[in-house]
């Protein structure tokens, strides 16, 4: 059974920095790519970041490059997004995903609950 879990996420002032984290079980970060994937009010889902299953390659999305970090723990099974100088346009709901490949597709399959990042002053 793959599950995955989150934590971190909050509210910061724009600028601000904080640190998302998913544990994964059920499946190894060498045999799916991870990705973070967010849904702002009123809009659709957005790829954000994913990094590769075997060769840990990352990709980000155009807004938040240079702002934001994925990572990973092979030993701990984790997943992180570092996100710093926060914006107002970050305000989303957060969610990681294994998605359905190795290589970062851009397709969830298994989800973690979400958690809600709020950037305001």
């Known amino acids: 059974q793959v599950q995955l879990v989150q934590s971190g996420g909050g509210s910061v002032q724009p600028g601000g920095s904080l640190r998302l984290a998913c544990v994964v079980s059920g499946v190894t970060l060498d045999a799916r790519a991870i990705g973070w994937f967010r849904q702002a009010p009123g809009k659709g889902y957005e790829g954000v970041s994913c990094?590769?299953?075997?060769?840990?390659?990352?990709n980000y999305l155009d807004s938040v490059k240079g702002r934001f970090t994925i990572s990973r723990d092979m030993v701990e099974n984790t997943v992180y997004l570092q996100m710093n100088n926060l914006k107002p346009e970050d305000t989303a709901i957060y969610y990681c995903?294994?998605?359905?490949?190795?290589?970062?597709?851009?397709?969830?399959?298994?989800w973690g609950q979400g958690t809600q990042v709020t950037v305001s002053s």
């Open positions: 995903s294994a998605e359905v490949a190795g290589y970062c597709s851009g397709v969830g399959d298994y």
């Open positions: 990094i590769s299953s075997i060769d840990g390659i990352t």
